[in-house]
T-cell receptor, first 118, second 115 residues
């Protein structure tokens, strides 16, 4: 089966500019996650969707980050305006998890988008 | 709050020798535990998970991990390392119950297998 697709793979922008990342999960996966991975650290969850609803966005900096999953399939993460500290790899993942009562399903990750803010 | 500690930033091992990558966790209640591997310029790949049952879990590429509840550890092991195992390894934990649904990752351990 096809894996999680992300684009672009690399992006360089100046601070205060805006940027958007796209993710297409594995077909049939109800849950989609966006993570931020800063160099030398493990991934940190930004937002979790179940179908087209938000399950957890407690760590999303909502003053500058936004995300949507309008039709319950692919998703877009946006940063506006970007700061230097947003330089990181943005990972999208998906899983079969539905309803939150079964949390045993592993997450499948895309290749990530490496963002450099100058 | 749940957390994961990977005490070694770097582990070096000779090819053919056994390897261990350490992980300890903190979580309320019973844990779900995972190991992922990350190769350069690629996303994380799932290796194995512990949910319940046998404390020794077997996963992909000959890796296994041992769950130790009393020591709150979930060390990753392989009997004979390959050069191709060189990569960045992440341990992750999730609570069995409660409102915490997040998968919390450790900071990663860079494994280098020397030929």
């Amino acid at each position: 089966e096809a894996g999680v697709a992300q684009s672009p793979r690399y992006k360089i922008i100046e601070k205060r500019q805006s940027v958007a990342f796209w993710c297409n999960p594995i077909s049939g996966h109800a849950t989609l996650y966006w993570y931020q991975q800063i160099l030398g650290q493990g991934p940190k969850l930004l937002i979790q969707f179940q179908n087209n609803g938000v399950v957890d966005d407690s760590q999303l900096p909502k003053d500058r980050f936004s995300a949507e999953r309008l039709k319950g399939v692919d998703s877009t993460l946006k940063i506006q305006p970007a700061k230097l500290e947003d330089s990181a790899v943005y990972l999208c993942a998906s899983s079969l998890e539905v309803g939150g009562t079964v949390m045993t399903y592993e997450q499948y990750f895309g290749p990530g988008t490496r963002l450099t803010v100058t | 709050a749940q957390s994961v500690a990977q005490p070694e930033d770097q582990v070096n091992v000779a090819e053919g020798n056994p390897l261990t990558v350490k992980c300890t966790y903190s979580v309320s209640g019973n844990p779900y535990l995972f190991w992922y591997v990350q190769y350069p310029n690629r996303g994380l790949q799932f290796l194995l998970k512990y949910i319940t049952g046998d404390n020794l879990v077997k996963g992909s590429y000959g890796f296994e991990a041992e769950f130790n509840k009393s020591q709150t550890s979930f060390h990753l092991k392989k009997p004979s390392a390959l050069v191709s195992d060189s990569a960045l390894y992440f341990c992750a934990v999730r609570a069995f119950s409660g409102s915490a649904r997040q998968l919390t990752f450790g900071s990663g351990t860079q494994l280098t297998v020397l030929p």
